[in-house]
T-cell receptor
């Protein structure tokens, strides 16, 4: 069974640029969630995708957008980067349903905005 | 607004000690509570607690959910240096997406 993978591992961008982060979900999982973890904080929910549709969104501006593909992999896009976007971006996959609240996390992408 | 609070934020103990980490929550549409261990990057799953499973144990780790007090504890006995990590508590809010609402985490350091 393949776990959740993310790419790239690290990324350095400058203010105003755009970035795309990628995630491959665990085998058999059709739900992908993205979280932002600032230094010293717990992860914060960005949004969730289920069957290629956005299934819910946290308090993040529209310049944070995503996609999910038929193979359940996903992308997180951030436009017009700001310094405060510097964080660890975590992707988590899961099966939907009442008995499967457990989400399994990938190793994350460390984004630095200069 | 949903809220999860963990305490203490940081804890330093000696190898062999027993530790108790706390988590309290205010979530409108609570369904379950999860504990994760984060050593470098990826949080790894430890336990899930629900109304039908309020106590879990795995080796030296155990956790209890108190639905009346809206809280949970994570106990680690006979701590080892490998237990050093950030421990994250998360609550599942099922209003809309099946999202995890995390606390700030407890940074646990085990000294030899």
């Amino acid at each position: 069974e393949t776990g959740v993978t993310q790419s790239p591992t690290h990324l350095i961008k400058t203010r105003g640029q755009q970035v795309t982060l990628r995630c491959s979900s665990q085998s058999g999982h059709n739900t992908v969630s993205w979280y932002q973890q600032a230094l010293g904080q717990g992860p914060q929910f960005i949004f969730q995708y289920y069957r290629e549709e956005e299934n819910g969104r946290g308090n993040f501006p529209p310049r944070f957008s995503g996609l999910q593909f038929p193979n359940y992999s996903s992308e997180l896009n951030v436009n017009a980067l700001e310094l405060d976007d510097s964080a660890l971006y975590l992707c988590a996959s899961s099966l939907p349903g009442k008995l499967t609240d457990t989400q399994y996390f990938g190793p994350g992408t460390r984004l630095t905005v200069l | 607004e949903d809220k999860v609070v963990q305490s203490p934020l940081s804890l330093v103990v000696h190898e062999g000690d027993t530790v108790t980490l706390n988590c309290s929550y205010e979530v409108t549409n609570f369904r379950s509570l999860l504990w994760y261990k984060q050593e470098k990057k990826a949080p790894t799953f430890l336990f899930m607690l629900t109304s039908s499973g309020i106590e879990k144990k795995s080796g030296r780790l155990s956790s209890i959910l108190d639905k009346k007090e809206l809280s949970s504890i994570l106990n680690i006995t006979a701590t080892q240096t490998g237990d050093s990590a950030i421990y994250l508590c998360a609550v599942v809010d099922v209003q809309g997406a099946q999202k995890l609402v995390f606390g700030q985490g407890t940074r646990l350091t085990i000294n030899p």
